[in-house]
């Protein structure tokens, strides 16, 4: 398994290069102390993980990491950090990096995320999942409150798979209200197809998966 350590701390990167070399097996580490380094090396190295710090000194470890799975959009990315809001967390994840952790979890915590992101999995260590999923459901239940009750009640069953003209029926209104509202109600969810508006309802809870359409 070939690593390369990304970070601009020079102790920080001799510390984890031991680490890892010491807890996995066929394990080779290099370290880069800048974005611009691996990008350079990357090429001749071709890892199978680059672990990414976010807070370099030159270019971040975001934007390293985007231009990085520019030019190579299978390469696997691990991001290793000392911060952890929910905002960076959700910025880094967002540039296609498959894992999240914070440098102050376990050894063991590490070299797990290590080897489930080498797998082709995806990674984010426990509490930082958490914080993410809560943040997101915030997100949601924000953007339903804009919505009025009625609004809210035609939102789910269309989301539960429901048509305009079994809507129709059961609220005893017509077709063309429907339409109006369900116009009124993607504007407010931000969401533009019903696929979207399946999968904010099924985040916010109001929806089980199974239930809803495809």
Request: glycine share 6%; with cysteine.
């Amino acid at each position: 398994m070939k690593i390369v350590i990304v970070d601009d701390h020079a102790i920080v990167r001799q510390g984890y290069t031991s680490l890892l070399s010491s807890m996995l097996e066929d394990c080779s580490v290099t370290e880069a102390e800048s974005g611009e380094e691996l990008l350079s090396l990357f090429p001749r190295l071709l890892p199978d993980l680059v672990i990414m710090d976010v807070g370099l000194k030159s270019i971040s470890g975001i934007e390293a990491t985007k231009r990085l799975l520019q030019r190579y959009p299978d390469c696997n990315v691990l991001f290793f950090s000392m911060y952890d809001e929910t905002p960076l967390v959700q910025k880094a994840l967002e540039t296609g990096a498959k894992g999240y952790i914070s440098k102050n979890c376990r050894p063991e915590v590490l070299v797990d995320a290590v080897k489930r992101v080498v797998a082709g999995h995806c990674y984010v260590e426990h509490e930082l999942a958490m914080k993410l999923a809560m943040n997101k459901v915030a997100r949601v239940d924000d953007k339903l409150k804009e919505l009025t009750q009625r609004e809210l009640e035609i939102f789910i069953k269309l989301a539960k798979g429901a048509c305009t003209q079994e809507i129709s029926e059961q609220l005893c209104i017509s077709g063309k209200t429907v339409a109006n509202h369900t116009t009124a109600i993607k504007s407010k969810l931000d969401v533009t197809s019903l696929t979207e508006l399946v999968h904010l309802a099924i985040e916010a809870g109001l929806v089980k998966v199974g239930n809803q359409l495809h």
